[in-house]
Each structure stands twice: as structure tokens, then as C-alpha cells.
């Protein structure tokens, strides 16, 4: 969900006081990785269309969608050696979709409660089955889905789905629940605003109200639309509206699920001791054994055993922050305990409630959004210099390990658009600073490594941003594909090259030592030498035991400038370098370089040109 939002969803997101000491040095790692972690995020529908018609509003007869067969052994094996660890599936849930599926038993969703023709995927309908869409025969979409597990562990990749905690489509059906398993407000008492085990909120004796100024389906006929919704009572909107008539730019089309917190924001459930923040995963999975908790609690805790047990191997959470941490603590600890690798990453953008839900609420991994992100954003449109990075990362370094960089997401401006970076060479050392800086996971949108710039027109969606409500095809994605051959057979000469740029920064990512472990910044020992290092770049070092790297990005998309690169005395010292002469071998393009060591310090002679980066290693 788009993080502008948030101002809004904070009517029913209680700020917590963050418990922890931002002084701290040493991390609390719970993902047990010793080697960097790559995300490939794929949107699951759109990844395997092949068509090229890209009509505003089309449907799938016009304009195509992709299948869980689409990812064969060779698109996965492709992925793989892209220099991915996880590929994270978006979209797979069954969320609404304008799309007559009655014939499997699946009812028609409400245009009128439905963002786009293929649906919003945060607006889950099911959460024990997945999209019809997605398979060949939606009878089957089920199986479909998890043989697309096994060929995803064929090409040694693990998987990640969405869960999204925070709220449910407007009309939940839950049509495949295992045994045992209540429909989400099933057993809710319809006729209060608030108990602690209703699944939901309700808006007493009134009836939902369609939005003002909504334009279902882009003004076509359709035999649901009518001017109305049947839901009485009304349920309080996804982002924490409270009105029976939400806005048209509220989250409508959701409801938000109830966790124990009071209308008047207080919590109804136990809270954790402060000592828990340095606890373990097996410690809060047993503070919770003998506690009574709310219902919904119960019901995602079951839904991502359900999937656990299926072969996924992690969930991406949306809109974690607008969930109690002593929820994540209770669900995540119990997901930890049955399989300690699980890669659990968390939609939160406030910085003041990081640490809340790192330490408590045992998240593996965190958005960088608001620090890293924004920051280099900025500075690739001229509107900062690099200076910023440096505060950034020590005032992360306690949590650094924990917040996963990115550059493009599926509600993010495409990299590559002139709304971003203007161009996905201009990109290039934002990518190799965001996946170098530090030893958290990085992740990449598919399209991003052949420079998808989002400039489809889906209907509903936003321009810039690859549409995640519209069927459409993906252009630049669509020229590697080649018609299902994954080969690139129909990329550019500057496509293939920007996707071997990208092969080279995330497989060396994937294998050093240096970037699992010391991290230096040398940018401010070289601003202060005004000899041709530029204001709009950035330098640092990070080494290990076995392996010693400096690491320097022109973000200026005009400037090419030659200099002498200092390397401080301290870092001389903490290398045991000797006076002397070194090379140092650039790993992307192998280029070569001399530092000398002179009295202690280290000077290197750098050309570089615009938008240009170098991950140099000492050898």
C-alpha cells in the first residue's frame, strides 16, 4: 500500500514509545544469514504476459495475463543466475477481480468495491486458496500454485508471499478454509463497534455507503454496478475510516481487522515485558502459550502455518506498522520456532517504531524506505547532496542489518522513469551504493534490470509505476522474455548491457565476505580535499578477514572528474597495510587501479565518468 497513506491510517495505528536503545551496537539478528540476501519481486500476474496490446481498462481477452507456468525451470534458472536467493511471488493470494469465475464457485466481486478490472492484490477474498487468473485452469489453481513452489526450490530459490494483516477485501469469502477454521467475522457480534474477538469493526445499525466520485470500470455497463453495496452494518475502511460513506481515496474496497484495539486506542491484550527486546524468538513464542489473545490473532497465525506447510518459505507483511507489535511478536515467534530460516519482511515506514517491531516484534527485515530510499532519490534528481547517507547509516546502525534496500517496488516510481532517475543508466550507482552500503537483503522489481521505466497507461493504475491493478504487459520485461524463451533475444544493446550490470553488482553481492561484515564511510576524509571529488559523490570501504573493498558512486549524470581518492589512516592501520603499492581490481568491468600507502595513508588516482561506480577490491 502507497506510504503516503499513512497520515491516515494512523486513526487506528497506535504509535508506540520505541523501547530501545538507538545507541546500540550490536545487531539483533534473527534471520541467521551469513550471506547477503537478493530479492527478486515479481508481480505474478504480469511477469509472464506476453501480449503487447496494453489498452487502458482492457481485459484479458485484449490485453493478456501471466500464469504460475509461466515461470518455467529456464525463467527460473534465469533468475537465479541474475544473482537472486528469494523471489518474492506478489499477488498470489485470492484477491477481488472483475472476472466471472462462477463456474468454480467462486462469486462475482462489486465493481463498485474493486480498484482496477484485475483487482487490487491487498484486497484478499481468500487466504486459503490463490488468484483464478494466475492459472491455466482455476479448478486446479491451487496445484498449479504449488508446483510453482517446487520448481522454485528445483532452481535453489526460496519464496515469499504476501500476508496482509491489516485489513481483508470488502467482501471476504472464505470458500476454502480447512477444517476447523471460522470465516473472518463469522462469529462477530454485529450490533457493538468493538469486542476484542470480533474480526472487525463495526458502524452499529447503519449501512455501507458506495464513495462519491468513483468511476467503477471506467464508466462501462456492468449488471453489479447500481449505486450500491450490501453490508450492513457498515465495517470500518481498510485504512481506519470510520465513516459508513469512506472517501473515495480511502482504501474502500478493504476492511480493517480488529487486533485488540479499542476504539479509543488502548490495547486489550497483554503486553510485553521491556526485557523481551533482547528475547528470543523461542522466549516469546512461550510468553504467549498461556495467554488469551484476540480471535484474528488465532486466524493469521493459522493462515501462515497453512502456507508454511505448503513450501513457502516467508511472507512479505503489508502495512505491518498499522498492526500492534505484539501481534508480530505472537505470530512471528510461532513461525521462527517450526522453521528458524524464515524470511519475514515488514511493510513500516515510521523510523521512530523500527526498533518496536525488529525487537519485539521479531521481523527479520524492514523497508529502508524513509532513510535510504528517499535520500538517494533526492540525490539522482539534484535535490541533495551525498552528505545525508552518512547520518543515515549511523543513526541505522544498531538495526542496519535489518532494513532491506531497494530502489523500485511495485507502489514505487519506477527507477527508470523520468520521474525518478530519468533513465536507467542514471540509476546504476544508486543500485551499487543501496546494494553495497550495507549487509542487509536488497531487492529488485522485475523489469528494473532491463530498465522498465512504467510508462504503460493500465487504466486505473498510476503512470511511472508498473500498474499492480490493470491487466497489462510489460515492455522492456517482455523483450527478455522473447516469448517465453528468457533469453533477452528482444532486448537493446544498452538492455543487455544494463542487465549484465546488474548480474555482476547482485552475484558479487551474493559471494563477498567484506559486505557481510565492516562498514566504513571515507566520503567525508575526501570532501574535505576539494580536488575533483565531486559534491554528488559517495565513498566508503567494507572488508573482512578475507576481503577488503573500496567503494565509490557518481551520482552526477553529467560530471566526469579525475582525482586522488583518500583512504584515512585509520582504515590503513585496521588493514595492516604496510607502505607500499597495491592493486585494486574493480569487480564489475575488472578495470585496474594503484593504491599507494604513503606514512600511513592510502591514495588512489580515479577517473570517473558520469553515473559511473567501482567496487574495487585490494588484492
Not at 480447512?178 to 473472518?184: L, R
Not at 488502548?266 to 515485558?273: A, E, G, H, R, Y
Not at 547517507?389 to 523520468?418: C, V, Y
Request: with cysteine.
Amino acid at each position: 500500500m502507497k506510504s503516503f497513506l499513512l497520515s491516515v491510517a494512523c486513526l487506528i495505528t497506535l504509535s508506540t514509545v520505541a523501547q530501545s536503545n538507538t545507541d546500540k551496537k550490536k545487531q539483533i539478528n534473527t534471520s541467521n544469514s551469513k550471506q547477503k540476501l537478493v530479492v527478486y519481486q515479481v508481480f505474478t500476474r504480469l511477469f509472464g504476459n506476453t501480449n503487447t496490446t496494453n489498452a487502458p481498462w482492457g481485459t484479458i481477452e485484449q490485453n493478456g495475463v501471466g500464469k504460475f507456468n509461466d515461470f518455467t525451470d529456464k525463467a527460473l534458472q534465469e533468475i537465479k543466475d541474475l544473482g537472486v536467493s528469494h523471489v518474492w511471488y506478489t499477488g498470489v493470494p485470492h484477491h477481488t477481480v472483475i472476472r466471472d469465475y462462477t463456474q468454480f464457485g467462486i462469486a462475482n466481486d462489486d465493481p463498485e468495491v474493486v480498484k482496477g478490472r484485475a483487482g487490487s492484490p491487498y484486497a484478499v477474498k481468500d487466504y486459503y486458496n490463490v488468484n483464478p487468473d494466475l492459472a491455466v485452469n482455476p479448478a486446479n489453481r491451487l496445484q498449479e500454485f504449488e508446483a510453482l513452489i517446487a520448481r522454485t526450490h528445483k532452481a535453489g530459490l526460496k519464496l515469499i508471499i504476501d500476508i496482509v494483516p491489516n485489513h481483508v477485501a470488502r467482501k471476504y469469502e472464505g470458500k476454502n478454509n480447512p477444517i476447523g477454521v471460522s470465516d473472518f467475522g463469522a462469529d462477530d457480534d454485529v450490533t457493538v463497534e468493538y469486542h476484542k474477538d470480533n474480526n472487525f469493526y463495526y458502524i452499529p445499525n447503519t449501512s455501507f455507503q458506495i464513495p462519491d466520485g468513483i468511476t467503477p470500470l471506467n464508466g462501462e455497463n456492468n449488471p453489479l454496478i447500481d449505486g450500491k453495496f450490501d453490508e450492513f452494518p457498515a465495517k470500518w475502511t481498510g485504512n481506519g475510516s470510520r465513516l459508513a460513506k469512506p472517501d473515495k481515496n480511502d482504501w474502500y474496497e478493504t476492511v480493517k481487522v480488529n487486533y485488540g484495539i479499542r476504539p479509543d486506542g488502548t490495547k486489550d491484550f497483554p503486553t510485553l515485558p521491556a526485557s523481551f527486546e533482547t528475547k528470543s524468538c523461542e522466549d516469546h513464542f512461550a510468553f504467549w502459550k498461556d495467554k488469551e489473545v484476540p480471535n484474528s490473532w488465532k486466524k493469521f497465525r493459522a493462515i501462515a502455518e497453512y502456507w508454511l506447510a505448503k513450501g513457502v518459505d516467508g511472507f512479505r507483511y503489508d502495512m505491518a506498522e498499522m498492526v500492534p507489535y505484539e501481534f508480530w511478536s505472537y505470530m512471528n515467534s510461532a513461525i521462527k520456532v517450526q522453521r528458524p530460516d524464515a524470511f519475514l519482511l515488514a511493510e513500516v515506514y515510521n523510523p521512530n517504531e523500527y526498533r518496536n517491531y525488529i525487537h519485539f516484534g521479531k521481523m527479520d527485515y524492514l523497508y529502508d524506505k524513509v532513510e535510504l530510499y528517499d535520500k538517494l532519490k533526492e540525490i539522482v534528481q539534484g535535490k541533495s547532496q551525498t552528505d545525508p547517507i552518512t547520518n543515515i547509516q549511523k543513526g541505522l546502525a544498531d538495526i542496519d542489518h535489518h532494513m532491506l534496500h531497494f530502489l523500485d517496488n511495485h507502489d514505487e516510481q519506477r527507477l527508470a522513469s523520468p520521474e525518478f532517475a530519468g533513465s536507467a543508466e542514471n540509476g546504476k550507482p544508486l543500485m551499487v551504493v543501496s546494494a553495497t552500503i550495507s549487509t542487509s537483503p536488497t531487492m529488485i522489481y522485475f523489469g528494473q534490470e532491463v530498465g522498465e521505466a512504467g510508462n504503460e497507461n493500465g487504466g486505473f493504475g498510476s503512470h511511472s509505476r508498473t500498474s499492480i491493478f490493470d491487466y497489462v504487459g510489460v515492455p522492456n520485461h517482455q523483450r527478455w522474455m522473447n516469448d517465453g524463451k528468457f533469453d533477452g533475444g528482444q532486448l537493446s544493446k544498452s538492455e543487455k548491457e544494463l542487465r549484465d550490470f546488474y548480474k555482476k553488482v547482485l552475484n558479487f553481492s551474493l559471494k563477498s565476505s567484506a559486505l557481510m561484515d565492516q562498514f566504513q564511510e571515507i566520503h567525508s576524509a575526501n570532501t574535505t580535499s576539494k580536488k575533483g571529488y565531486l559534491p554528488e559523490m559517495y565513498s566508503f570501504v567494507r572488508w573482512s578477514d578475507t576481503q577488503k573493498l573500496i567503494i565509490i558512486a557518481n551520482f552526477s549524470t553529467s560530471k566526469a572528474s579525475q582525482f586522488e581518492l583518500i583512504i584515512p589512516k585509520e582504515i590503513i592501520h585496521q588493514w595492516n597495510l604496510k607502505d607500499g603499492r597495491y592493486t585494486i581490481v574493480d569487480q564489475l568491468y575488472q578495470s585496474k587501479s594503484t593504491l599507494k600507502v604513503i606514512n600511513g595513508q592510502g591514495k588512489a588516482k580515479i577517473e570517473m565518468k558520469p553515473s559511473e561506480s567501482f567496487i574495487y577490491e585490494l588484492k
